[in-house]
C-alpha cells in the first residue's frame, strides 16, 4: 500500500523519510543545503576561531558564530505528511495519516485513500455502535 503512494505521481513531493510501516513526504528542496553542510560549516568555523584564538586570546568571543549555519535549517518549515499502514489480525490494513500538507498534496492523498476500499465492520464494533445508539 506503501509502494502505491510512494509511487504516485505529484508535483514538487518528495518521500523524504521510509519505514516498514511508514512513510513522510514533504516538498522537495530548491536547494542542497542540509544538516551535513551546516555541520561542516560549523566544524570549520569552530577551528578557525580556535587557530586565531591561538594568536590571541580575544578571539574566542567569535566562537558563537558557529551556530550560523544551522540557522537556515531552523527557519526551514516545509509541511510534512505521514502515511501509515499497518495490517491487522483479520487482514486488513489500517492506513492513517497525520500532519500539514499543501492543497495539491492534500488531495491527491484523500483522492487516493477515497478510492480504497473500507475495511468490513467488526462484530464487536457494530455491537458498540447499537450499544451507544439507543
Do not use: K, N
Request: aromatic residues 4%.
Amino acid at each position: 500500500m506503501l509502494d502505491d503512494v510512494a509511487a504516485r505521481p505529484l508535483p514538487g513531493i518528495a518521500v523524504s523519510e521510509r519505514g516498514e510501516h511508514y512513510l513522510v513526504l514533504r516538498p522537495r528542496r530548491r536547494y542542497r543545503y542540509g544538516s551535513d553542510i551546516a555541520v561542516g560549516a560549523a566544524v570549520v568555523i569552530v577551528l578557525a576561531v580556535l587557530v586565531m584564538t591561538a594568536i590571541s586570546p580575544v578571539f574566542i568571543v567569535l566562537l558563537p558564530l558557529a551556530v550560523l549555519p544551522g540557522i537556515p535549517l531552523l527557519l526551514d518549515h516545509r509541511p510534512d505528511l505521514a502515511v501509515s499502514a499497518v495490517v491487522d489480525d483479520d487482514g486488513s490494513t489500517r492506513v492513517t495519516v497525520h500532519g500539514e500538507a499543501s492543497s495539491q498534496l492534500a488531495a491527491a492523498v484523500d483522492a487516493f485513500l477515497g478510492a480504497l476500499p473500507q475495511a468490513p465492520a467488526h462484530a464487536d464494533e457494530e455491537s458498540d455502535r447499537v450499544a451507544t445508539a439507543g
